[in-house]
């Protein structure tokens, strides 16, 4: 008996939009899948643009899919809190739907890259895979690839691999949405909506999702970038005798923030006195933070701001769990060594099929 499909979506969605919808829509009335996840990839890697936070974008992508009963919005890569790969994630999911036979989606913009993802070739049997055609993006096959391709879809499911059977790609050539996300974030950022941007947004976004990016003032220039919320973590717990204030650039390995920051109080008093100067003066520029944790009993409070952890310790603790070791840039070192030694693109492949981004 065939297994079931568990259809496998990853992404930024930075926002979700029409043409991701659209473009599964499509799959799905070819593949009768079991379910679908679509997996929030934990960092976007630019940091030149106002993005919205990995929980935003959850956010977003459940409301999204509310309408679908068998899609569902998936945190795996999130939870990851650490540079986060396609292969790592189908893995992990190949061990929790070990009755399942996985398909995952990519867009067209990905195929040409994908034999430079993180554990080529081994990934590639992990799943079968559907490429979208994307309209603004030339279809190249790579070579390596082609061995693979099946002409029908029904080829596809009906190839179901166990550990021995080479997994298979189906291209959908008549996938035709033209959108981005990239499209709407600037048509979002701007101030005063044209009637072309409007009419942008109101076609590309979901309704639901249109209303939480205006509730929560998503995309706005004007929002803060990370380097500045950053400088003001800073100012802030200079302003209140923060000792030995590091600050480290995780942007590169971290896969969930952009800076860390760590401090030591010299009391559990000064330490949830840090925190709250810190959450204080970002709320009151309009950065609100996603998550604190640890005030009550003042060892260790940590404040996340999306791209910048504030993590405020005593001493003891401090030293104990050393994060500045565990991701000081002689940390990112040692991982770009290890990549390189096992041939893979540092850039291939982190976050679920977005490597691309
Ligand atoms: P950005 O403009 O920020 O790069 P995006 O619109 O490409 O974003 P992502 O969240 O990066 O959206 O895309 C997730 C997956 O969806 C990728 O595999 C991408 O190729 C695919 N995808 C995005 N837009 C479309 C579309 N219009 N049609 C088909 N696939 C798409």
């Not at 969605?13 to 379910?35: C, M, N, R, Y």
């Not at 603004?136 to 790579?142: E, G, N, Q, R, T």
């Not at 690839?145 to 002409?151: G, Y």
């Not at 480290?248 to 896969?255: F, K, N, R």
Request: charged residues 25%; negative net charge; glycine residues 6%.
């Amino acid at each position: 008996m065939s297994k079931p499909l568990l259809g496998i979506f990853g992404g930024t969605f930075d926002p979700v939009h029409q043409g991701h919808l659209g473009a599964v829509t499509q799959i799905a009335e070819k593949i009768e899948f079991d379910s679908i996840l679509w997996v929030v990839s934990a960092k976007p890697p630019h940091k030149d643009q106002v993005r919205a936070a990995a929980q935003d974008r959850l956010n977003m992508l459940e409301l999204a899919l509310e309408p679908y009963s068998n899609w569902q919005a998936s945190d795996i890569e999130i939870q990851r809190h650490a540079p986060s790969y396609s292969f790592d994630t189908l893995t992990a999911l190949r061990e929790r739907y070990p009755d399942h036979q996985l398909v995952m989606l990519i867009g067209g913009d990905s195929l040409e890259t994908l034999p430079s993802w993180y554990r080529y070739p081994e990934l590639l049997d992990l799943a079968h895979w559907v490429v979208m055609h994307r309209p603004s993006y030339s279809l190249k096959v790579p070579e390596r690839l082609k061995p693979r391709l099946v002409d029908h879809v029904l080829d596809l499911v009906k190839a179901q691999p166990d550990d021995q059977i080479e997994s298979k790609l189906w291209i959908h050539e008549n996938s035709d949405f033209k959108v981005s996300s990239t499209q709407l974030r600037q048509a979002l950022s701007v101030n005063e909506e044209t009637k072309a941007t409007k009419q942008l947004i109101t076609e590309q976004l979901p309704k639901a999702v249109l209303n939480y990016i205006q509730q929560q003032q998503l995309y706005k220039i004007g929002s803060m970038l990370p380097e500045k919320v950053k400088n003001e973590v800073v100012e802030a717990l200079e302003d209140i005798k923060g000792h030995d204030i590091s600050v480290l650039d995780i942007a590169e390995v971290s896969g969930f923030a952009d800076y860390m920051v760590v401090v030591s109080g010299t009391s559990d008093t000064h330490v949830r006195a840090m925190a709250r100067e810190a959450s204080d003066r970002l709320r009151k520029q309009g950065v609100k933070p996603l998550n604190e944790d640890g005030a009550d009993l003042g060892e260790w409070v940590l404040v996340d701001f999306g791209d910048v952890v504030l993590h405020v310790m005593r001493p003891e603790v401090r030293s104990y769990y050393d994060l500045e070791t565990l991701w000081d840039a002689d940390a990112r070192a040692k991982i770009e060594q290890a990549r390189e030694q096992t041939g893979d693109d540092a850039s291939g492949g982190a976050s679920t099929s977005t490597q691309a981004d």
